[in-house]
């Protein structure tokens, strides 16, 4: 027979995200600035910050319970397109564009010109490939 997991298994897996999700709503009713700037920055409001979780909290104490695990799919699975579906309708609302990701510069290149005793030498610092491209051999 093929390697199963016993319910116990499934039953501890479903206690973590229980655990999990306790600590998150936990975290939105007490005010942590995480969950205040999270809710600030997309300008849902504060009281919606109360309601989910208060929500994340009861989802998260029913999956404690194997026989109640469906209402806290039901009630964490709600909340969770409700968040999505308020976010997206505030930015559509307000007409928010999303800002275009600058990509972070990882290496930087430089070009040094020294002129000394009518020597003219140019010293260069850039990326290996780009050294190779251009045909300085370092």
Do not use: N
């Amino acid at each position: 027979m093929g390697c199963v997991m016993p319910i116990t298994g499934l039953y501890r897996v479903q206690a973590a995200f229980g655990l999990i999700y306790i600590c998150a709503g936990a975290a939105k009713l007490l005010g942590a600035d995480v969950m205040v700037e999270a809710f600030g920055v997309t300008a849902l409001g504060q009281s919606l910050r109360i309601g989910v979780g208060l929500l994340e909290v009861c989802g998260g104490l029913c999956l404690f319970i194997p026989r109640a695990s469906i209402y806290a799919a039901v009630v964490l699975g709600c909340t969770i397109v409700g968040i999505v579906g308020a976010a997206l309708g505030h930015m559509a609302r307000l007409d928010i564009d999303q800002q275009p990701f600058a990509a972070p510069r990882l290496t930087s290149s430089w070009r040094a010109e020294i002129r000394s005793d009518g020597v003219d030498t140019t010293l260069w610092h850039g990326p290996t490939a780009i050294a190779h491209h251009v045909g300085i051999e370092g």
